[in-house]
Every structure is written in C-alpha cells, then in structure tokens.
C-alpha cells in the first residue's frame, strides 16, 4: 500500500459519546504525521454491539453503511482495536455476497491508529524529557484478533516513557461490551484485579489503546490514573 496523504478518522461510539478527546489526540497526531483528515459526519456504529449479542441483520445492516460511507478513502483509521478488529475480521461475510469484495477492500485498508502511525506513516516522535512512567494493558481484540502488541509500547517508549510491565498485561479488563453489563458482578472483579495488578507495578499511570477498556478501568481506578495511548502520546508530542 502506498502512503495516503488523505485518510479517514472512524472514531467509534465510546470515543465519540464518552471520550471525545480521544478522537481529538488522534487527528492531531495523525496530522502531526503529515496526513490530511476527514472526519465523516454520516459515521455511527460499525456494528459489533449488534454482532456480540446475535442480531447480525442489525450487524451487517451498519457494516453496508460503513462500507458506503468508507470506502472511498486511501486508509481509514481508528483509536480502537476493538472496532478495528470488528472491521478486519467480520465484515468481509457479514453484509452479504454481493458486499464481499467490498467489505473486503475496506478492511484491507482499515487501520487502528498505533499500527497506522508505526507500519503506514513510519511517524516516531520525538523523546520528551522526564515522560512518564508507565504501564500498559493490551485489550483483547487488539491483542489476539488483530496482533497487535508492539506497535503502541514502540511510539511510548519512543516518547521518552519508560514502561514496566504489569503482570499478565494482556489478561482481560473485564469490560468485553455487553459482558459488562450482563454479568457486572464478573466483570468488575475481573476489573479489580487488572487494576490492582497495575497499580502493583507503582508507576505514574496505567495506558491502553481501548476506549471501552479505558471506561471499564476507570470505574474502579481507586486514584490510579488511566490514560489512552493517543491522548497521552498527544501530550507528550506538542
């Protein structure tokens, strides 16, 4: 793939609804990368809400409507690994055979954000003097869907953080979408000892590329600062 120089912010409903500066970080660094971005009004959901709960009409009908809506442009990126996985991995069979090839050029072209930075935009920033201590929790998507681990930790760590890592950093947050509100009681212990195994480590904040892991954490934080990757590597990159 050549590098686009006009690409596509899909910013999820989490980002848009709830953490609205993640999607702010996230133009703002891909403009610091040298891209031009669009930011399409007509966006919603890209359907897995509807997928993880069995309504797959519901799915494919917003999987059609993003494909319509995205796949005139070069790349389209994303401050989530969870909804990038939901793109990569499931549209190509969901809207319907008359759909598939392009379902598939979408997510062939389809991005999230630390990946695009690191393997499209070949950006690195620049180390910050006294950066952050940090640890970092790997969602599950983004981990093992989509194999994505390195990608975030190089940008950080090329930022000037130093990272030690928590103990089974990639265990889950106990968020995983309607999990959470369908067994709270589960999902909340689950939550309690991601976040005590972070703050076990004792350092200045807990960082994941996920919002709906960052909005999970945070509900039991207990004073631990939680921060995405692109809203701490936007700080650290004025």
């Not at 609205?20 to 990368?33: C, D, I, M, T, Y």
């Not at 997510?107 to 690191?118: G, K, P, S, Y």
């Not at 509900?219 to 590597?233: D, M, P, Q």
Request: aromatic share 6%.
């Amino acid at each position: 793939m050549t590098k686009p120089k006009r690409v596509a912010l899909m910013v999820t409903c989490l980002a848009d609804q709830v953490l609205p500066e993640v999607g702010v970080a996230a133009v703002k660094l891909l403009r610091r990368a040298g891209f031009d971005v669009d930011f399409p009004a007509a966006q919603t959901c890209c359907g897995q809400p509807f997928f993880n709960s069995g309504f797959r009409k519901q799915a494919a009908h917003l999987a059609r409507r993003c494909v319509e809506i995205f796949e005139e442009y070069e790349a389209v990126v994303l401050p989530s690994g969870s909804c990038t996985a939901m793109i990569r991995t499931e549209y190509a069979h969901l809207p319907g055979p008359e759909w598939h090839a392009r379902a598939e050029r979408l997510a062939a072209r389809t991005f999230e954000l630390t990946e695009f930075l690191v393997h499209q935009a070949g950006w690195q920033p620049a180390p910050v003097p006294h950066a952050p201590h940090i640890t970092y929790h790997d969602s599950c998507h983004m981990n093992r869907l989509l194999g994505l681990r390195d990608e975030p930790r190089h940008l950080l760590t090329a930022a000037g953080c130093t990272i030690t890592e928590m103990d089974e950093s990639d265990r889950c947050c106990g968020f995983g979408g309607v999990f959470s509100v369908r067994m709270p009681d589960i999902s909340n212990a689950m939550t309690a000892e991601k976040v005590r195994r972070a703050a076990a480590t004792q350092t200045d904040l807990l960082v994941t590329s996920d919002p709906g892991c960052l909005m999970q954490m945070r509900g039991l934080a207990n004073g631990l600062r939680i921060e995405h990757t692109a809203v701490l590597l936007e700080e650290l990159t004025r």
